[in-house]
């Protein structure tokens, strides 16, 4: 299995990661995301998605629906 672990994208996705995450069967954030967008990006390149909220992942500084935001746990099980 291939994984793709990442953290403090803080809202952007670097092309050069989105490319890495291209044939991965998983995608770990973990933490300061930073926007709706971002988690969206490495769905659509690895398919499978775990993320976690980060220090930075508060109503003030996220850019996308706060519902998404609410959604990121902050620990996985």
């Known amino acids: ?3 793709l672990l990442l953290s403090d994208t803080h809202g952007a ?3 050069r990661i989105a490319d ?3 044939g991965c069967e998983l995608a770990v954030h973990a933490g300061d995301v930073g926007a ?3 988690l969206d990006a490495l769905a659509a390149a690895a398919g499978r998605v775990l993320a ?7 109503p003030g ?6 519902t ?8 996985l099980d």
């Open 1 to 3: 299995m291939r994984v």
């Open 68 to 75: 998404d935001l609410a959604a990121l746990p902050e620990v």
């Open 52 to 58: 976690v909220r980060g220090n930075n992942d508060v």
């Open 20 to 22: 890495l995450a291209q």
């Open 61 to 66: 500084k996220w850019r996308g629906a706060l």
């Open 13 to 15: 996705l670097d092309a």
């Open 36 to 38: 709706s967008a971002v």
